[in-house]
């Protein structure tokens, strides 16, 4: 019998450091795909900024009419009502180069630039915020109209945004672990809840109440990873 205890101690004790160093990879390379994504993000939001502010962007080969917002400069009335159709007289930016009459006429909808819709601008999104706390978190972070689009004041501006990020944690793989092996804290380690995995492990998941409990919590989206951050 004492032959037979030592035997379990010594498998817990490998299936332990067994998982530990497995999840710890898999949450590493779930921490290197965000530094990278965040890393992708910040070069295409500088080389985006660095564009937009020079005359590249702006085509040559079409009449001065037909350029974007970007390549611009428009005279607005600022006593139009918000939402009614109005007209604005614009000209190139210095340093465009476009053919035909360099002053014209713009049709947009009477708007400042912070009032468009959220599909009319791009924001910067912020990760490592709390996606799932009640009620949401909302962070301040810098947004620009899209090209395409004519507004009112500053094409730059702030706006409070929802936080909605993810890192990377898959809800199916969570379940699976849930079910298959959450009786050995699998389930916890993956999601990054390390000293319930730890607890679970010990408890053989709580002789399997524990078990089955996570595994209601998952499927029901209410135990989620241990960042904050939603599933994929």
Known sequence: MKCLHINIRRATFILL????????KI??????????????MNTSITSEDFLKDSVMI??????????????????????????????????????????GK???????????????????HDCLLKAHCNSVSSPRNVYKTNCTVKSEVICLGNRRFNKM????????????????LSITLGGFGADR????HWQEGIGKLFSFGGLGVWTII?????????????????YI
């Open 214 to 230: 996570d595994v209601i919590l998952i499927s029901l989206h209410y135990l989620g990873p241990a960042d904050g951050s939603l």
């Open 102 to 120: 360099r002053e014209f006429t713009k049709i947009f909808s009477c708007k400042y630039c912070y009032q468009t819709q959220h599909w009319e």
């Open 17 to 24: 450091t067994f998982l530990v160093n497995n999840v710890h």
């Open 58 to 99: 702006c085509p040559s080969n079409i009449q001065c009419k037909d350029l974007n917002g970007d390549c611009i400069t428009c005279k607005f009335n600022n006593s139009c009502r918000y939402g009614q159709e109005t007209s604005a007289t614009c000209s190139p930016k210095a340093k465009v180069i476009c053919y």
């Open 189 to 192: 380690f993956y999601l990054g």
């Open 27 to 40: 949450h590493m390379v779930d921490e290197n795909k965000i530094q990278s994504s965040q890393d992708k």
């Open 161 to 176: 945004v929802h936080c909605n990020w993810t890192g990377g944690h898959s809800w199916s793989t969570a379940l699976a």
